[in-house]
C-alpha cells in the first residue's frame, strides 16, 4: 500500500473523505463478492433439477474458476496474507469449480 504524503499546505479533510471512500469501497466490494457466493446455487440447482447441462458453457466456467483463482492468489501475494478479498475470490473459485462438476455430471456425452 503506498503511502500518501501530505503537504503542509494542503488541507487535512480530502484526505479523511479519501479515508472513508476506501473503507466504504472495502465494504462494498466484500459484500457484493459475498452475495455472489449465494448467486451459484440457482444455477447449480437449475441443472440439477433438469439432470440437463447442455445449455452451460463448460468453458465459460472453467474460466470463471480461473479468474477466481488466479485473482485470490494474486491478492495473497501483494498483501503477503489472506485477506478477505482473497479468501471472496477463492470462494467464488469454489463455487466455479462445484458448478463446472455438476455441468460434467450432468452433460449428455
Do not use: K
Amino acid at each position: 500500500m503506498s503511502q500518501e504524503r501530505v503537504n503542509p499546505s494542503t488541507p487535512v479533510e480530502p484526505f479523511l473523505w479519501r479515508a472513508a471512500y476506501r473503507t466504504a469501497l472495502g465494504w462494498s466490494f466484500s459484500l457484493f463478492n459475498a452475495a455472489r457466493l449465494l448467486t451459484y446455487l440457482p444455477t447449480i440447482s437449475a441443472i440439477c433439477e433438469s439432470a440437463r447441462s447442455d445449455q452451460h458453457s463448460l468453458l465459460t466456467w472453467a474460466a470463471w474458476t480461473g479468474a477466481n483463482l488466479t485473482m485470490a492468489l494474486w491478492l495473497y501475494e501483494r498483501s503477503a496474507r489472506l485477506n478477505c478479498a482473497a479468501l471472496i475470490n477463492f470462494g467464488n473459485a469454489v463455487m466455479c469449480l462445484v458448478t463446472c462438476g455438476v455441468i460434467l455430471f450432468y452433460r449428455p456425452w
